[in-house]
């Protein structure tokens, strides 16, 4: 079965500086979709970045942008000049192309500080 | 452009009492749709999916049911309320081209 683990449940981050968020997953498939999704306190989930697992660069929107580590089945978010905004929790999520339903991780607490 | 609408965002029902929250879809056909619900401070659990009309498959044995009487339509449903059935309901839709998930406003509910 498929897994995704994030493994720092809060971080903390100052505004302006920059934070990682790590993911990792297990899978034995070759083709498959990465996904950050970000729940702010109105706790609705807004899709943040995604990437396809055949492709080799990495995924950027914006101020967010991915590492992806195919080969350690590694998959970080990487948030620049961090804003009061993206305080919120951050889902990781895995999905293969002809899978009916996403995995999420648990979840990594982000605050943001002054 | 699609879009996803749950309701109600809020409600607060006795153990014991039924249960109806619907998901509606604008803006695409055939969607694959979801009810995933989340606990204070947890992730996402998969409840249940749905490919098509009438199509239900469940993730979690419970006293929760779904339906989809029509194609843009996705219903949550239980006969009897637990306590351990409060929390934060999400219904989504999947793009299906990558499998990206779109999600709703989400609706809180409340057992007392």
């Known amino acids: 079965a498929q897994t995704v683990t994030q493994s720092q449940p809060e971080m903390s981050v100052q505004e302006a500086e920059t934070v990682t968020l790590s993911c990792t997953y297990d899978t034995s498939e070759s083709d498959y979709y990465l996904f950050w999704y970000k729940q702010p306190p109105s706790r609705q989930m807004i899709l943040v970045i995604r990437?396809?697992?055949?492709?080799?660069q990495n995924a950027t929107e914006n101020r967010f942008s991915v590492n992806f580590q195919k080969a350690a089945k590694s998959f970080s978010l990487k948030i620049s000049d961090s804003q009061l905004g993206d305080a919120a929790m951050y889902f990781c999520?895995?999905?293969?192309?002809?899978?009916?339903?996403?995995?999420f991780g648990t979840g990594t607490r982000l605050q943001v500080t002054l | 452009s699609q879009t996803i609408h749950q309701w109600p965002a809020t409600l607060v029902q006795p153990v014991g009492s039924p249960l109806s929250l619907e998901c509606t879809v604008e803006g695409t056909s055939n969607p694959n749709l979801y009810w995933y619900r989340q606990a204070a401070g947890r992730g996402l659990q998969l409840l249940f999916y749905s490919v098509g009309i009438g199509q239900i498959s469940s993730e979690v044995p419970q006293n929760l049911s779904a339906s989809r009487p029509q194609d843009r339509q996705f219903i949550l449903s239980s006969k009897k309320l637990l306590l351990s059935d409060s929390g934060f309901y999400l219904c989504?839709?999947?793009?299906?081209?990558?499998?990206?998930?779109?999600f709703g406003e989400g609706s809180r509910l409340t057992v007392l």
């Open positions: 990437q396809e697992a055949y492709k080799q």
């Open positions: 999520a895995y999905n293969t192309g002809t899978a009916s339903k996403l995995t």
């Open positions: 989504a839709w999947r793009a299906y081209r990558a499998g990206e998930l779109f």
